[in-house]
Nanobody
Framework: QVQLVESGGGLVQAGGSLRLSCAAS????????MGWFRQTPGKVPVFVAAISWSGGSTYYADSVKGRFTISRDNAKNTVYLRMNSLKPEDTAVYYCVADHEGVVVTTKPLYEYDYWGQGTQVTVSS
């Protein structure tokens, strides 16, 4: 069993930065692919980024490529999402996800991941 707790969300002006953190419980964190989804009201969650268990491979949605960076610290059981050059359209609830699958499929919906957290709100003002 893995529990995920996100933090770091908040209100920021357009062009600003935030770093989200996701702390995971459980001894097998390093075996999981980790990722982030985001959801706006009335829409399904969409893929944002993912990172392999070793951290050697990363994947991004086109909308965030070049602005967001996903990383992980297996010693701290934590995955991060550094978000730079934020835009109002980045406003959403951000969810951390974990999956035992080693292969990242960016079209895989959130509910097919093994675990996900409660989410953290990110609001970008114009």
């Amino acid at each position: 069993q893995v529990q995920l707790v996100e933090s770091g969300g908040g209100l920021v002006q357009a062009g600003g930065s935030l770093r989200l953190s996701c702390a995971a419980s459980g001894r097998t964190f390093s075996r999981y692919t980790m990722g982030w989804f985001r959801q706006t009201p009335g829409k399904v969650p969409v893929f944002v980024a993912a990172i392999s268990w070793s951290g050697g491979s990363t994947y991004y949605a086109d909308s965030v490529k070049g602005r967001f960076t996903i990383s992980r610290d297996n010693a701290k059981n934590t995955v991060y999402l550094r978000m730079n050059s934020l835009k109002p359209e980045d406003t959403a609830v951000y969810y951390c996800v974990a999956d035992h699958e080693g292969v990242v499929v960016t079209t895989k919906p959130l509910y097919e991941y093994d675990y996900w957290g409660q989410g953290t709100q990110v609001t970008v003002s114009s």
